[in-house]
């Protein structure tokens, strides 16, 4: 069984920086691409960034580019998402995914979920 960890969530102001990881087992962080998510309140699942094994293609959701950042430490079995000038709208729980088949866009593209992290930013 294929288990996700994330963490690195919390509560921060509007115009901090966070880090999230997500940690798996080390056969799929050196060989599947690695997905994050975000649901906010009363909002559906959202694409947020995906990696590939090595870190040499990555793909963000545009209206994150500049502000968000994915990478990963096969070595550490760890991907992160580094998040900077966050804002309210950047309140979810965030998720990471591996085993994405038919696409990495859509939640129901990943065979495996971690539990989530919330991230909470006050105004």
């Known amino acids: 069984q294929v288990q996700l960890v994330e963490s690195g969530g919390g509560l921060v102001q509007a115009g901090d920086s966070m880090r999230l990881s997500c940690s798996a087992s080390i056969r799929t962080f050196s060989s599947d691409p690695v997905g994050w998510f975000r649901q906010a309140p009363g909002k559906a699942r959202e694409f947020v960034a995906v990696?590939?094994?090595?870190?040499?293609?990555?793909f963000y959701e545009d209206s994150l580019k500049g502000r968000f950042t994915i990478s990963r430490d096969n070595a550490k079995n760890t991907v992160y998402l580094q998040m900077n000038s966050l804002k309210p709208e950047d309140t979810a729980v965030y998720y990471c995914a591996v085993g994405p088949s038919g696409g990495y866009r859509r939640w129901t593209d990943y065979r495996y979920w971690g539990q989530g992290t919330q991230v909470t930013v006050s105004s």
């Open positions: 990696i590939n094994w090595s870190g040499s293609t990555i």
